[in-house]
Antibody, heavy 115, light 107 residues
């Protein structure tokens, strides 16, 4: 079955770090670009970061310098390293297979930044 | 960044009725516009890309139209599984942005 499965979310204090993972199955990661999108009840869906199939990376201004997107094609896994987390990063984080828009999404992993 | 404004916020309709959802962009995105459906507790599902191309497996009662700044998602005859929240997303410019959503609820 073609799917994406996120993991790594949790409760973290402000200033802390988390690494989200997104494992792909049923297809080969290296043929596609990917994106992380987050969702909050109040602010809806927001594009966070993307990586092309060639490895070029992109970031929203709000996370630039704090988040790092990467991919390990040998493990068929996408990552989002999140450092210096803030309360406003609290959200449900989705990974999506991306070619301008997302044709395949994971189920999401919840990140809560709170003391 | 490009702001997408969806209207109405909520659409109250009965099964079998036609739904018409609007998405307006603050500047032209050509036809780089996608539509998603999201049900409670689920991830978004791609319905339409390129403003009017249905994604794989999407029933033909869903159709998209428009270009430039004004776009429409139509559902010809609502079925029970179509009651959900719908989002538009532009990929004509960076950063990619989403509309705030339209909820289609049972009247």
């Amino acid at each position: 079955e073609v799917q994406l499965l996120e993991s790594g979310g949790g409760l973290i204090q402000p200033g802390g770090s988390l690494r989200l993972s997104c494992a792909a199955s049923g297809f080969t990661l290296n043929s596609y670009g990917f994106t992380w999108v987050r969702q909050t009840p109040g602010k809806g869906l927001k594009w966070v970061s993307g990586i092309s199939n060639s490895g070029t990376t992109y970031y929203a201004d709000s996370v630039k310098g704090r988040f790092t997107i990467s991919r390990d094609n040998s493990k068929n896994t996408l990552y989002l390293q999140m450092d210096n987390l803030r309360a406003e990063d609290t959200a449900l984080y989705y990974c999506a297979r991306w070619n301008g828009c997302g044709d395949l999404w994971g189920q999401g992993t919840l990140v809560t930044v709170s003391s | 960044e490009i702001v997408l404004t969806q209207s109405p916020g909520t659409l109250s309709l009965s099964p079998g009725e036609r739904a018409t959802l609007s998405c307006r962009a603050s500047q032209s995105v050509s036809n780089y516009l996608a539509w998603y459906q999201q049900k409670r507790g689920q991830a978004p599902r791609l319905l339409i890309s390129g403003a009017s191309s249905r994604a794989t497996g999407i029933p033909d009662r869903f159709s998209g139209s428009g270009s430039g700044t004004d776009f429409t998602l139509s559902i010809s005859r609502l079925e029970s599984e179509d009651f959900a929240v719908y989002y538009c997303q532009q990929y004509g410019d960076s950063p990619r942005t989403f509309g705030q959503g339209t909820k289609v609820e049972v009247k």
